[in-house]
């Protein structure tokens, strides 16, 4: 696997042991520039881990990373690492300070330029909170506060672990509305979150974590298709009309019939099966019809063998 300017993060038998402990284990991916890329894994899985590589914050055992095309190896990539927004799932701050004194803060850590802090405040719905010390500020606050740090130097990629603990639905949904303007100026988003409702509509591909090996990655549509899991379909009709629904679906291969309610039959068929069951629905009335996809949850599920 060679590394390409049009990728804005590519990994090649990316490893980190601890002794005899693998954290990470020969984790390859590439992710285009201007992706909005998930990252999801239960606890341990090798998501923290694999974000201090990508910060070289540690050092890998084995494999290499590339940036934007250069590699990630000692302090010949300092120029390129600047170019990185992150938010860690646990952001320290200082609580004497205010939002916009830490935000200058970190705007000296990075080298960026003061004037951004003040903007970044309003961009994320803290220019009138300003002023007031950090340990006066919300969860939600504090969590908008890491995003504006993350922002700082108009970074390329941002990496934003757990990003929207804390914040309520508007928050969240005017995050998101953030990321995809983000992603439309071109900018790489790698985001790793526990709640992956807010992901599956969200990101353009994704991979899975699982003890510290790649599981899998994808679309979301892809990783259904590769799933094997069943399409399910909801159907109402009057009783006499799901009777004969049945009767013409009990021939079909592979269909799996239940009465779940008084006028509603679910349907399970295989995914190839789609188009000649949306055919036989087709020639009968109906009063209404759901078609429901797996959920990434339930590909999450699967993908580590049921554990809840």
């Known amino acids: 696997m060679d590394a390409t300017s049009s990728d804005a993060l590519r990994?090649?038998?990316?490893?980190?042991?601890?002794?005899?402990f693998a954290a990470l284990e020969g984790v390859s991916l590439a992710i285009p520039r201007g992706q909005l890329f998930g990252l999801i894994g239960h606890n341990g899985a090798g998501k923290s881990t694999l974000f201090k590589l990508l910060l070289n914050l540690?050092?890998?055992?084995?494999?290499?990373?590339?940036?934007?095309?250069v590699e990630v190896r000692g302090t010949a990539s300092r120029?390129?690492?600047?170019s990185v927004g992150y938010l860690p799932e646990n952001l320290v701050l200082y609580d004497n300070l205010s939002g916009l004194e830490t935000l200058r803060f970190f705007a000296r850590l990075k080298g960026a330029p003061l004037a951004q802090c003040g903007e970044l405040l309003e961009r994320v719905g803290l220019g009138a909170a300003g002023a007031k010390p950090v340990r006066e500020y919300?969860?939600?606050?504090?969590?908008?506060?890491?995003?504006?740090?993350?922002?700082?130097?108009?970074?390329k990629l941002l990496l934003l672990d757990e990003p929207?603990?804390?914040?309520?639905?508007?928050a969240t949904r005017e995050f998101?509305?953030?990321l995809e303007a983000l992603r439309g100026q071109g900018v790489t988003i790698v985001i790793s979150s526990h709640v992956?409702?807010?992901?599956?509509?969200r990101v353009d591909a994704l991979a899975m974590l699982a003890g510290g090996k790649l599981?899998?990655?994808?679309?979301?549509?892809?990783?259904?298709?590769?799933?094997?899991?069943?399409?399910?379909?909801?159907?109402?009709?009057?009783?006499?009309?799901?009777?004969?629904?049945?009767?013409?679906?009990?021939?079909?291969?592979?269909?799996?019939?239940?009465?779940?309610?008084?006028?509603?039959?679910?349907?399970?068929?295989?995914?190839?099966?789609?188009?000649?069951?949306?055919?036989?629905?087709?020639?009968?009335?109906?009063?209404?019809?759901?078609?429901?996809?797996?959920?990434?949850?339930?590909?999450?599920?699967?993908?580590?063998?049921?554990?809840?």
Do not use: C
């Open 215 to 308: 599981a899998a990655q994808g679309t979301v549509q892809e990783l259904r298709e590769r799933s094997g899991r069943p399409l399910r379909v909801v159907v109402t009709a009057q009783p006499q009309r799901l009777d004969a629904l049945r009767d013409a679906l009990a021939g079909q291969e592979g269909a799996e019939l239940e009465r779940t309610a008084a006028g509603e039959l679910t349907i399970r068929v295989p995914r190839s099966a789609k188009l000649a069951l949306l055919r036989t629905l087709a020639q009968h009335e109906l009063d209404d019809l759901h078609l429901h996809e797996p959920s990434l949850e339930d590909l999450y599920f699967d993908l580590r063998g049921g554990e809840a």
């Open 138 to 155: 919300s969860k939600g606050m504090r969590q908008r506060l890491g995003f504006a740090q993350a922002l700082l130097g108009e970074p």
């Open 196 to 201: 992956l409702a807010e992901l599956q509509n």
């Open 79 to 82: 120029d390129t690492r600047r």
């Open 176 to 178: 998101f509305a953030q």
């Open 58 to 69: 540690i050092v890998p055992t084995s494999g290499r990373i590339w940036l934007a095309g």
């Open 164 to 170: 929207t603990t804390g914040l309520d639905p508007a």
């Open 11 to 20: 990994l090649e038998g990316l490893g980190k042991r601890y002794g005899a």
